[in-house]
């Protein structure tokens, strides 16, 4: 097989079972209804949509196969067209894990509601933190989206609509739109990360703008996701970090938010924290932030976080914050000298006295780590209901048979329709070589980014007028 006719897997995004998070600060959109989430099934009292709870089967065991084999002649190299057993796989496209974004969508309507553009950034800054958070230790990698794949999703619940389409398959690229019922904002961007295999680790470099827009302050938010690397991804128990710098500009009034993904550092004392602050467009700071993209996210004012860490230098004060829920070092003895040791859990976000809670992660299902560790808006990204079909286009990520085949245990089935699919779509493009055309997208062209001035692809519109006639057939 040339290198033309090769088929990406991509690895992607990599998140517990276990959440610090005591309580949800997921509140629903005023004016919207409610969603009871304790039981599942179409629809409940007052016609509340119910979700489910629960996926069909429980997650295949990876103990019987090597990802060695596969990687090991791959050290350095960009991991974009290795092929990987259906074994390492989740049963969600990259279009659904891209809809995770959503799951804390509450901080873009309060952002909307607020009338100072401090408070707004505030809130913006912890949806960019909250969008990353579902990677907490998600060892599975999503299924790679097949040219011309789709994938919807509509939360009445929540405030938003979101469609998103795969738009390029040489070099892979996912572009999705949202938007809130109540027309508070539009959210958008183009997904491409660049992941290499170090060996011992396998790291995703973000490529691509993401793009807020909040309609009733005429504002526009723009920034790019951190780097995930997922370690031992040979031998040892698998363990995940981000870091880098994220920089949010307000392009309506020139601030900056500048967030520091800390990397673990020596004895993991900084894994899983995130430092910055706000400042205008003359760079002077007006707010600190702190916290971890796992747990939590506070803020508070330059003076108070400037005192507190000089007494805390002097040693003024003491620590008085608790340790996390199963702290003690992970065990590495499967091979010394292949894996890297899993970071000692440190002690919890420390709050400073007079900060503000910007943010905290939801808890996770019971049965999360049976259910690959999703969260309980992940677990009904799949679902499909009865009559759905009918509304759907063809080519939704719902109707790909390899992954409802693994969500509901059948990993022989999954692995056949993989197969299956791959050839079709190698095929589906020899045809076109053949023919000499071009593929065409449905929902989303290549253009610049308003705001930025970068490559980006925008959406086309008229998704949601159902007109699914042309689709192609790519299942």
């Given at each position: 097989m040339n290198g033309e006719e090769e088929f990406f897997d991509a690895v992607t995004g990599f998140d517990s079972d276990h959440s610090s998070g005591g309580f949800s600060e997921t509140s629903p959109v005023p004016g919207m209804i409610d969603v009871d989430t304790?039981?599942?099934?179409?629809?409940?009292?007052?016609?509340?949509?119910?979700?489910?709870?629960?996926?069909?089967?429980?997650?295949?065991?990876?103990?019987?196969?090597?990802?060695?084999?596969?990687?090991?002649?791959?050290?350095?190299?960009?991991?974009?067209?290795?092929?990987?057993?259906?074994?390492?796989?989740?049963?969600?496209?990259?279009?659904?894990?891209?809809?995770?974004?959503?799951?804390?969508?509450?901080?873009?309507?309060?952002?909307?509601?607020?009338?100072?553009?401090?408070?707004?950034?505030?809130?913006?800054?912890?949806?960019?933190?909250?969008?990353?958070?579902?990677?907490?230790?998600?060892?599975?990698?999503p299924?790679?989206?097949?040219?011309?794949?789709?994938?919807?999703?509509?939360?009445?619940?929540?405030?938003?609509?979101?469609?998103?389409?795969?738009?390029?398959?040489?070099?892979?690229?996912?572009?999705?739109?949202?938007?809130?019922?109540?027309?508070?904002?539009?959210?958008?961007g183009s997904i491409y990360p660049k992941l290499k295999f170090w060996g011992k680790s396998v790291e995703a470099e973000p490529r691509g703008t993401i793009t807020l827009e909040l309609l009733r302050h005429n504002e526009a938010y723009t920034w790019t996701n951190p780097t995930c690397c997922v370690h031992n991804v040979i031998l040892g128990q698998l363990w995940i970090e981000q870091y880098g710098t994220v920089e949010i500009l307000n392009h309506s009034t020139g601030d900056k938010c500048v967030l520091n993904f800390k990397p673990c550092g020596l004895f993991g004392k900084e894994l899983h924290r995130v430092e910055g602050h706000i400042q205008d467009k003359n760079k002077k700071k007006l707010f600190m932030i702190y916290g971890k993209w796992t747990e939590c996210l506070w803020g508070i004012d330059p003076a108070s976080y400037e005192s507190f860490k000089k007494q805390e230098r002097r040693g003024d004060h003491p620590r008085k914050a608790r340790l996390n829920p199963g702290s003690e070092k992970a065990d590495s003895s499967v091979d010394g000298d292949m894996a890297d040791d899993?970071?000692?859990?440190?002690?919890?976000?420390?709050?400073?006295?007079?900060?503000?809670?910007?943010?905290?992660?939801?808890?996770?299902?019971?049965?999360?780590?049976?259910m690959y560790n999703f969260t309980s808006f992940t677990v009904s990204l799949n679902e499909l209901e009865a009559g759905m079909e009918?509304?759907?286009?063809?080519?939704?990520?719902?109707?790909?048979?390899?992954?409802?085949?693994?969500?509901?245990?059948?990993?022989?089935?999954?692995?056949?329709?993989?197969?299956?699919?791959?050839?079709?779509?190698?095929?589906?493009?020899r045809e076109r070589a053949k023919e000499e055309t071009e593929w065409r997208t449905r929902w989303f062209y290549p253009g610049d980014n308003p705001y930025t001035g970068t490559r980006d692809w925008l959406y086309a519109g008229d998704y949601f007028e159902r007109n699914f006639s042309d689709c192609p057939d790519i299942y």
């Open positions: 304790s039981r599942s099934g179409k629809s409940g009292e007052n016609g509340i949509q119910k979700h489910r709870t629960a996926l069909p089967a429980p997650m295949f065991t990876r103990s019987d196969f090597s990802v060695w084999s596969i990687l090991k002649k791959c050290i350095g190299l960009e991991l974009s067209k290795i092929t990987m057993p259906i074994a390492f796989n989740e049963p969600l496209s990259f279009l659904q894990r891209i809809t995770e974004y959503m799951e804390h969508v509450y901080l873009i309507h309060r952002a909307s509601r607020q009338s100072q553009t401090l408070e707004r950034m505030q809130s913006v800054a912890a949806f960019a933190v909250s969008a990353v958070a579902s990677q907490w230790e998600r060892t599975g990698k299924f790679n989206p097949l040219l011309g794949e789709t994938y919807e999703l509509i939360r009445e619940d929540l405030g938003f609509r979101f469609i998103s389409e795969q738009v390029s398959h040489h070099p892979p690229i996912s572009a999705f739109y949202s938007e809130g019922l109540n027309q508070d904002f539009m959210f958008h899993m970071p000692v859990a440190q002690e919890t976000v420390q709050v400073i006295p007079g900060s503000k809670l910007l943010w905290r992660i939801n808890s996770r299902p019971p049965h999360s780590a049976q009918k509304t759907l286009p063809p080519t939704d990520c719902r109707l790909r048979p390899d992954i409802r085949g693994m969500e509901n245990g059948n990993m022989d089935l999954a692995s056949q329709e993989k197969e299956r699919l791959e050839e079709k779509q190698r095929e589906a493009r």
